[in-house]
C-alpha cells in the first residue's frame, strides 16, 4: 500500500495522472491504482517534502482518536471507554493499513459535525470522504435518511447535493483524464478479483453463482435502506451504518480482515451517540424549574 500510494503521489506532482500502471519492487510488475484521490490527495504533502508517508497515518489516527474522545468527554455511561477499547484491538496493533488513518479521521470529522448539528460543514465533510474510500458509499445513504428525518427533505436534498458536488469535484478531473485505468482501480480490481473466502459470501455462493454476488449485495442494501426510511431513529444512525456495512462486506468478493475494522469505528461513533442520548432526560429532570 504504501509504495502504491507513494508512486501516485509523485505522477501526480510530476504532472502525470496516478491512475496508471506502476511497476514497483518486490511487487508485480503493473500493479494498478487501486485509491481514491481523496485518500492519496492526503498524503501528497509527505511526498512533496520527502517525509515518511506513515507520519500521516498515526497523526490521523491520533486526531480521530482524540475526536472521538472529546465526544465522549463527561458521558457518565463510560463510553470514553469505548474510545481506547477500539485503538487497542490487537488486528489494529499489529497491521497498519496506511489508508485507515484518513479514512478514520475524516469519518470521525463528519462524525462531530454531524453529532453538533453542523449540518454545512458536515456535507463538505461527508463529500470528502465519499472520495476517499469505497466503503463510504455504503453508508452515505443513511446519512441522507438521517437527515432527511431530523432537518426535513429540503436540508436533506441540499445535504445531499452538496457532498455529491464536492466528491465529484475531486474524482471527476482522474475519472474523465483517464476512465480505462480509473475504473479499473478503483472498481475493476475488486470484482475480478477471486479470494476463496469462509465468510457470508462463501456459503451464499453454494446457491448462488459467484458473478451473481453483487446482485445479492444490492439487494440486501436497498432492503436495509427501506428500513432504515421507515424505522430508523436518527440517533441510531451510526449504529444503522455499521449493520449495512458488517453486512455488504461479509457478501463482498473479497474479503480483508481489516475491512471489519470500519465497523468497530462506526460502532463506537454508535455507542456514544446512544449513551448520550440516555442521559439527555436525566439532565432534564435535574434542570430546575
Partial sequence: M?????????????GMSPYAYHDLLYHPPHQVFTYLPGMW?????????GVDLRFINLISMLVSALILAYSANGSRNHSMLLVPVFLLT??????????????????????????????????????????AYQFVWVIFPFIVVSAFKRWGIKKAFVNSLIAVAIALILIL????????????????????????????????????????????????????FSLALQRMDPEDRWGWMATALVLFIAMNRVINVYFYLIVLLLLVMHGISVSTLKEKPDEEEEAPN
Fill in 2 to 14: 504504501l509504495p502504491l500510494i507513494l508512486s501516485g503521489c509523485q505522477s501526480f506532482l510530476a
Fill in 173 to 224: 478531473p482522474f475519472l474523465l483524464g483517464s476512465p480505462e485505468e480509473f475504473i479499473a482501480g478503483v472498481y475493476g480490481n475488486w470484482f475480478y478479483i477471486d479470494t476463496p473466502s469462509v465468510n457470508l459470501s462463501y456459503l451464499i455462493s453454494l446457491f448462488i453463482p459467484w458473478d451473481s454476488m453483487i446482485i445479492v449485495q444490492g439487494i440486501v442494501m436497498v432492503a436495509i
Fill in 90 to 131: 490487537p488486528y489494529l496493533q499489529y497491521r497498519h493499513e496506511i489508508y485507515l488513518g484518513v479514512l478514520f479521521l475524516i469519518l470521525s470529522i463528519v462524525f462531530f459535525l454531524d453529532r453538533n448539528n453542523k449540518w454545512w460543514t458536515s456535507s463538505i465533510a461527508s463529500g470528502y470522504a465519499l472520495a
Fill in 41 to 49: 490527495m492526503a498524503y501528497l504533502p509527505a511526498a512533496a517534502s
